[in-house]
Each structure stands twice: as structure tokens, then as C-alpha cells.
């Protein structure tokens, strides 16, 4: 049987190849930071890498290396368990207060990523008889996990509020008896921010919850790095909240999902994803604490990332590249064509800059982008260096 389907696939992945939308994996043999080394599937040896997640620079943070240390020596490796029968320890109840605390919610509970996450809440809270008000841009996470709830699914033009509110008024007209407004906090491929004052407005005119996915902001975003709630002022009108641990919280893997009492209460009860899926390894847990303590005793790597963020857009600007607008560390420079996106992308590595090309169906189709991802760690002259490779990659790729 599967002689026949092998073709299928091999054909498909031809396609794949032949629309450049192929999407190859460098593999790195060094730790995640503002340099790594690429020892296979491009040009070899060390490069400036402007294509992760690690906005605050925390992924080889000493002090966040230090407590994940000591947290193997005392809290062990894994927890082999789920939650219900083993696998609760002191350190995740402890985070879990610490997170609740810090994004101003009332309960928190872990998951083992956020597309867990994403994926345990629309079918635990809603039902047939309810509606989820979802943007059109929101993350794949939050799309799979409205599919598996049987909500009726409205979906809104991406950030357009006139929109959300002609969505909220069908539903309530359709007698939904819950309604959900969900969208990211800031939308991955764009760097653009979601008009939460706008959107808790909305709610409570049409009495619906709100719930956001802050995994692009929390920790940076927000006068102290509490995420998009905090920056719009809204931290005690959003009802439930997302967000991972694997970005600028450190950048290893896990998830959460801080709320109010009462929906936190329920998840813990019925949500798949968390009742069946193992506990979050001690060792993150602990590490995670720690990059709360870092977060909230000072602000300088948010405040570095800011300024080099700054440069990045201003200098692109000024050499004539297209860049989303925005002041978020997502800076998408905006291609169009895939292949020749994933081609300077190619001449950008050959330079010892290691970003992506990214193309459909990650991004529409005419939008392929490279997406330059600052962070921390880097130093100006890392920032200028990268401006530099893009100027002379461009060039040749026109020749």
C-alpha cells in the first residue's frame, strides 16, 4: 500500500521544491545565541543569528543556566507523569504563582507548550451553543484548537475592529450563549500589535470574554515586559491569556494559560492536552523563575532590545528596504516572490547572517519576507553588520 502513496508524497515534495517554497533546517552546534554555529545545510561556521526567538537574550543567560543546574540536581530530570497522578511539584505550583502574579491574573496552570495551550481552552469552555470571535491572522495554534471545539467560529479581517464588532452582533443574533473574542497579542509574521482597548471595549458592549496568545510580547512588551495588556492598559479586563515559555521567557519549551479562577479551576479538570500530556520538566520550571526574578529586578535588556530594534528599522529604511511598520523586534522585510525570498536568504548565510525565508502557506501568497528577529543580545555592531549583508546580498541577487 504504501509503495503507492510514497509516490503521491515524493510528487508533492517536487512541487514543494520546485514553487521554492522548500524549507530547509540548518543545523547548529552551538547554544542558542546572538551567534551560533552552523555546521550543516549552509555555509559552515559562525553567524550572526537574527532569526530566533530570543528577544531578552535569556536562552544562555549564566544566571538562568546556573538555576537550571541546580534545578536537575534537586528536582531530578523529568516527571514521567501527568499532573493527576505524579506529577506535580513544588517548583510548577510555584511558577505558576509567580506567572499569575506577574501577568496580573488570578490562576495560572502549565501546559507543555502553548499550542497545547491553545489547544485545551476552546473545547473545555465552549460548547455547541457558544460562538469564538477569532482574527484572521491569529496563529495556527489557536485556528486548531477552535477546530476542536464545537463553538460556532466567527472570523474577523486581521486588527479590524468594525469587523469584530459585525462578527459579535451576528452571533449574539445567532443566541450564542457564550461568546469568545481570541486573537494574538502580537501577530508573528507581521510584528503588528492587536487594538486590545478597542477589543475590551467591544467585549463588554456585547458581553463577551476576551482572550489573547501574548507568546510575541510577554516579557518585552509593556512598561515592565508584562505583554500587550499591560502596554494597552487592559491587564484586568482580559479574561484569559496565553503565552509560552520557549521565546523571550528563556526560550526552552512550555506553556501556559493564566485566567480567571474558575476557568483555570475547569482546565485543570478537563482539558485534553493537560491531563494527558506529561507535567513540564522541573529543570524549566526552575529556569523560568529565575528569568522572572531577572525581569522584574531590571529593565536593561528590554531597554537594549528596544534600542536595537530602533537601529534595525531606521538603517533598512535608509538603505530602501520594505519593512513592516511597527516598533516590534519582528522586523519583516517584505520580498514578495518565494523563491527569491529563500535565494537571499542563501546569500545572507554566505555573509555569516543566519535569517529565514519565510513563504506560503506560513505567509499569504505575494508576501514572502525574510524576518529579522532582534534581540538583547545583540550589539550595534551586530545590527549594522546585518544591514550591511543585506545591502550587498541585494545587490548581488540583482546582478
Known amino acids: 500500500m504504501f509503495d503507492s502513496v510514497r509516490d503521491d508524497l515524493r510528487t508533492t515534495l517536487d512541487e514543494i521544491r520546485a514553487a521554492g517554497l522548500h524549507k530547509p533546517e540548518r543545523v547548529i552546534g552551538t547554544p542558542q545565541s546572538a551567534t551560533v554555529n552552523v555546521t550543516a545545510g549552509g555555509r559552515p561556521g559562525e553567524v550572526l543569528n537574527f532569526c530566533a526567538n530570543n528577544y531578552l537574550g535569556l536562552a544562555?543567560?549564566?544566571?538562568?543556566?546556573?538555576?537550571?543546574?541546580?534545578?536537575?540536581?534537586?528536582?531530578?530530570?523529568?516527571?514521567a507523569s501527568v499532573r493527576f497522578i505524579c506529577g506535580t511539584q513544588e517548583v510548577h505550583k510555584d511558577l505558576e504563582a509567580r506567572l499569575s502574579a506577574f501577568l496580573g491574573q488570578e490562576d495560572t496552570i502549565l501546559y507543555s507548550s502553548c499550542?497545547?495551550?491553545?489547544?485545551?481552552v476552546f473545547e473545555t469552555l465552549l460548547g455547541a451553543q457558544d460562538a469564538v470571535i477569532s482574527d484572521a491572522l491569529?496563529?495556527?495554534?489557536?485556528?486548531?484548537?477552535?477546530?476542536?471545539?464545537?463553538?460556532r467560529r466567527f472570523r474577523y479581517a486581521n486588527r479590524d475592529t468594525a469587523d469584530l464588532e459585525r462578527q459579535l452582533k451576528e452571533a449574539t443574533e445567532g443566541g450564542a450563549r457564550r461568546k469568545l473574542i481570541v486573537t494574538d497579542g502580537v501577530f508573528s509574521m507581521d510584528g503588528h500589535?492587536?487594538?486590545?482597548?478597542?477589543?475590551?471595549?467591544?467585549?463588554e458592549r456585547h458581553d463577551a470574554m476576551v482572550m489573547v496568545d501574548d507568546s510575541h510580547a510577554v516579557g518585552f512588551?509593556?512598561?515592565g515586559g508584562r505583554g500587550t495588556p499591560e502596554l494597552h492598559g487592559v491587564m484586568d479586563r482580559v479574561d484569559i491569556l496565553t503565552g509560552t515559555l520557549g521565546k523571550a521567557l528563556g526560550g526552552a519549551s512550555g506553556g501556559y494559560v493564566a485566567a480567571r479562577a474558575e476557568i483555570v479551576a475547569l482546565l485543570r479538570q478537563r482539558s485534553r492536552p493537560y491531563l494527558f500530556s506529561n507535567t513540564l520538566a522541573p529543570v524549566i520550571a526552575a529556569a523560568s523563575l529565575k528569568v522572572l526574578d531577572l525581569l522584574e529586578s531590571a529593565d536593561d535588556l528590554r531597554v537594549r532590545l528596544g534600542e536595537n530594534t530602533a537601529l534595525f528599522r531606521r538603517r533598512m529604511t535608509e538603505e530602501g528596504f520594505d519593512i513592516l511598520p511597527g516598533d516590534h523586534p519582528i522586523a519583516p522585510v517584505m520580498i514578495g516572490d518565494a523563491s527569491r525570498a529563500g535565494r537571499l536568504a542563501e546569500l545572507l548565510l554566505?555573509?555569516?547572517?543566519?535569517?529565514?525565508?519565510?513563504?506560503?502557506?506560513?505567509?499569504?501568497?505575494?508576501?514572502?519576507?525574510?524576518?529579522?528577529?532582534?534581540?538583547?543580545?545583540?550589539?550595534?555592531?551586530d545590527v549594522n553588520r546585518v544591514v550591511e549583508a543585506f545591502v550587498a546580498a541585494r545587490a548581488e541577487l540583482d546582478a
Open 138 to 151: 491569529n496563529h495556527a495554534s489557536i485556528i486548531d484548537g477552535i477546530r476542536l471545539s464545537k463553538a
Open 221 to 223: 512588551v509593556g512598561p
Open 350 to 381: 554566505e555573509r555569516g547572517v543566519y535569517v529565514i525565508g519565510f513563504s506560503y502557506p506560513v505567509v499569504p501568497e505575494g508576501q514572502a519576507r525574510i524576518r529579522v528577529q532582534l534581540s538583547a543580545a545583540h550589539s550595534a555592531g
Open 60 to 79: 544562555d543567560h549564566p544566571e538562568v543556566l546556573a538555576a537550571a543546574h541546580e534545578a536537575l540536581d534537586r528536582w531530578g530530570y523529568g516527571m
Open 193 to 203: 500589535v492587536a487594538p486590545l482597548a478597542e477589543i475590551c471595549d467591544l467585549a
Open 115 to 120: 499550542f497545547d495551550a491553545n489547544g485545551g
